[in-house]
């Protein structure tokens, strides 16, 4: 049973163009993470969402938008793709803390890989 | 200076050999250490995770801290082909955020 699941797995497209990539979660946890992965493998955090909340905003262009419609969802929307934007972007899900047994530590999805042409 | 130093490799070892995994640190607000484990074309997957300095042992796997040096480490011994991966250092001050390191591409020969 997949914990953490990402659609879709590939993605190319045009500069220019707007798309979006759907993440979902089955563990229970309140908080969920985007990702983004660099070609040198450099892994950085854009967002974080606690229980449908923004609590977590990197210095990410305003072309980057997240949206949570629940706890177990998040989703990343992406205007005006340019190819600067070619990379791999993953979610990931943790426990809050406070939560009992909390370790901060991150269960991620398969990763979507985004190629702008 | 960088908040997280890993050497990227790529790091060749025979099978059967001990690797020797390493990271050093600037910020001391980090009280989580983790390693992660990452296949071709996969998502990182959590391997050891600690929160004091000294060891933790898990089958093959060695966490080691040293919060005094800000330098972990993470040792594999009798390394096997499907140890071949990348390897992430992770550090958290425990407010969610969690700063990787570039990771260390591992190749364990047969």
């Known amino acids: 049973d997949t914990a953490v699941s990402q659609t879709p797995k590939y993605l190319v497209t045009q500069m220019g163009n707007d798309k979006s990539i759907k993440c979902e979660q089955n563990l229970g946890h309140d908080t969920m993470y985007w990702y983004k992965q660099d070609s040198k493998k450099f892994l950085k955090i854009m967002f974080s969402?606690?229980?449908?909340?923004?609590?977590i905003n990197e210095t990410v262009p305003n072309r980057f938008s997240p949206k949570s419609p629940d706890k177990a969802h998040l989703n990343l929307h992406i205007n005006s793709l340019e190819l600067g934007d070619s990379a791999v972007y993953f979610c990931?899900?943790?426990?809050?803390?406070?939560?009992?047994?909390?370790?901060?530590?991150?269960?991620f999805g398969p990763g979507t890989r985004l190629t702008v042409l | 200076q960088k908040e997280v130093e890993q050497d990227p490799g790529p790091l060749s070892v025979p099978e059967g050999a001990i690797v020797s995994l390493n990271c050093t640190y600037s910020n001391s607000a980090f009280q989580y250490f983790m390693w992660y484990r990452q296949y071709s074309r996969k998502g990182p997957e959590l391997l050891m995770y600690t929160y004091s300095s000294g060891n933790k042992e898990d089958g093959r796997f060695t966490a080691q801290v040293d919060k005094s040096s800000k330098y972990i480490s993470l040792f594999i011994r009798d390394s096997q082909p499907s140890d071949s991966a990348t390897y992430l250092c992770?550090?958290?001050?425990?407010?969610?955020?969690?700063?990787f390191g570039t990771g260390t591409k591992l190749q364990v020969i047969p």
């Open positions: 990931a899900s943790s426990q809050p803390p406070g939560t009992s047994g909390y370790t901060d530590t991150q269960y």
């Open positions: 992770a550090f958290s001050g425990g407010y969610q955020k969690v700063t």
């Open positions: 969402y606690n229980n449908k909340e923004l609590i």
